[in-house]
């Protein structure tokens, strides 16, 4: 999963526990950030169904990811303390992110996607079941995107102005 976030233009922060939080968009900024951060999803599911292919003759079920994915304004910067010091991104959009990663065991998904990450990449995911959500910590509904897979995310072209048609 780090290979895939960093394929696709991202910045792997952290693992807490089995999960991991990437960050997108630090140098390309917000735009690229969101195409980047919809393309490691894409890759992050196909590689998943790679692995569990490899893994079938050795597991009972397939393995399962969640990921949620949000934009906002975080503060992104070297925290910790002597040799624990890494780059890392704190506030509301980062905890929001959080919860739709949460979200996605509710809803039976792979992928939940905020609207503001969606619009911001300026992509159309409007074949995919649009919810409004509640988030704790928030007062706002959320408005997001529920996807079974992330294979379904069209082919995102990171660097393109505009995400290139899914090809089957």
């Known amino acids: 999963m780090g290979r895939a976030v960093e394929e696709a233009g991202g910045h792997l922060d952290k693992f807490i526990g089995d999960g991991v939080m990437a960050l997108f968009g630090i140098e390309s900024g917000p735009a690229a950030g969101c195409r980047q951060a919809l393309a ?4 992050m599911s196909e590689r998943l169904v790679d692995l569990n292919r490899a893994l079938e003759q050795d597991v009972n079920e ?4 969640g990921i949620g994915l949000h934009f906002g304004p975080t503060i992104v910067g070297e925290i910790g303390y ?3 010091v890494s780059l ?10 959080s ?8 809803f039976g998904c792979e992928l939940v996607v ?7 990449a300026g992509i159309d995911l409007a074949a995919f079941p649009r919810r409004e959500i ?7 509904i959320l408005a997001v995107r529920t996807l079974r897979s992330a294979c379904d995310l069209p082919v995102i ?11 089957a």
């Open 157 to 167: 072209d990171k660097s393109a102005k505009r995400p290139e048609p899914a090809t």
């Open 62 to 65: 397939p393995l399962r990811i």
């Open 114 to 120: 905020s609207e503001e990450l969606v619009t911001r």
């Open 134 to 140: 509640e988030i704790r910590g928030r007062q706002q």
């Open 99 to 106: 919860r739709l990663e949460t979200a996605t065991k509710e």
């Open 40 to 43: 490691a999803a894409r890759l």
């Open 88 to 97: 890392t991104a704190i506030g509301d959009a980062v905890n929001t992110a």
């Open 82 to 84: 002597g040799k624990t």
